[in-house]
């Protein structure tokens, strides 16, 4: 009976050893567009040593904030993707999460893509000034692309919601709302943006950078207060993976896309997708906190999309990334 006793209590304590030795999951929301450094690091885990040694990785897709947010909420994740406009919105609401490193940037020039607004070639919208009356096509309402319409419109002294409608719609309907005049003008991003070019028809208006007049973030990382607090080791080692795969991903650009695509991260033809352009990544995921409070005081002082200034310095946290 002792030697049971005893044979129990070794195994429970063996269990109890394996436990805590057991690096600490994280339960990851993704998106489905513009994020492939953080796919890379499912699609090939062989880039990120770190990986069930020091955190284990769960990736678990979302097609909206909301719903990504949503869950976060209810206890179902740990860290995700999310726009820095919609981080400053659940900030704003009290959410308590922080953003600890970039993804990829809305930014200037021939080498980058920015998300682009485009009208008929051939219809009567010339510039920005000839959307009054019009509609824009966004794919949500006080998302980042309704940012950008909004921001656009009022360049060119149109009022929106007065002088020009918002009509939210998935990117997948947009080329053909232009074309038969549901919308004036709609909002595109890669893979939709270059499939629409190889039609035809269609022309730019104006981007998303051209909108703001100045490059920001576009998509960030975040993760929830508590689970940074208890798992700080385990957050760094994520993030060293996650800036090495981005390193690995802007140098090898075409094997990176071509593993993702065998992966099933993309869907998108191959051909296609290896042409198509591409959004600025900071090789060392490092922040544009600047450019989050112009995004912030834009929201709150023209859009009045705030009810009180976001404390933006305050919700991001760069110490766990790699020094």
């Not at 097609?63 to 860290?79: I, S, V, W």
């Not at 000034?129 to 009022?154: E, F, M, P, Y």
Request: with cysteine; glycine share 8%; aromatic share 10%.
């Amino acid at each position: 009976m002792k030697l049971a006793l005893a044979l129990l209590a070794v195994f429970g304590l063996l269990d109890s050893i394996a436990s805590a030795a057991e690096p600490p999951l994280i339960r990851f929301g993704r998106g489905f567009a513009a994020e492939e450094q953080v796919w890379l690091m499912s699609a090939r885990p062989d880039l990120a040593p770190g990986q069930g040694k020091k955190y284990q990785l769960k990736q678990i897709l979302f097609q909206a904030n909301p719903e990504r947010f949503q869950a976060y909420l209810a206890g179902e994740l740990d860290g995700g993707t999310a726009p820095g406009l919609a981080v400053i919105f659940a900030r704003a609401q009290g959410v308590d999460m922080k953003i600890v490193a970039s993804i990829c940037l809305e930014a200037a020039g021939k080498e980058w893509f920015s998300t682009t607004y485009m009208v008929k070639d051939d219809g009567p919208v010339r510039t920005a000034k000839d959307l009054r009356g019009g509609t824009v096509g966004v794919v949500g309402i006080k998302t980042a692309t309704d940012l950008w319409a909004r921001a656009g419109l009022l360049n060119a002294g149109i009022v929106p919601d007065r002088d020009a409608k918002i009509f939210p719609m998935g990117f997948p309907g947009m080329g053909d709302a232009v074309r038969t005049g549901k919308i004036s003008a709609g909002t595109f991003v890669e893979p939709f943006y270059s499939a629409e070019i190889a039609r035809g028809g269609l022309r730019k208006l104006f981007t998303a950078v051209e909108a703001v007049g100045y490059d920001h973030e576009l998509l960030d990382i975040w993760f929830g207060d508590r689970f940074l607090k208890a798992n700080p080791d385990a957050v760094r080692a994520f993030l060293a993976d996650y800036v090495a795969v981005t390193k690995y991903y802007l140098a090898n650009t075409a094997q990176a896309k071509s593993d993702l695509h065998k992966s099933g991260f993309v869907r998108t033809p191959l051909e296609i997708y290896l042409r198509n352009a591409d959004w600025k990544r900071d090789p060392n995921a490092r922040v544009d906190v600047a450019s989050l409070e112009k995004l912030s005081r834009f929201m709150l002082e023209k859009l009045q999309w705030l009810e009180k200034p976001v404390n933006v310095p305050e919700m991001v946290d760069l110490s766990y990334l790699p020094r």
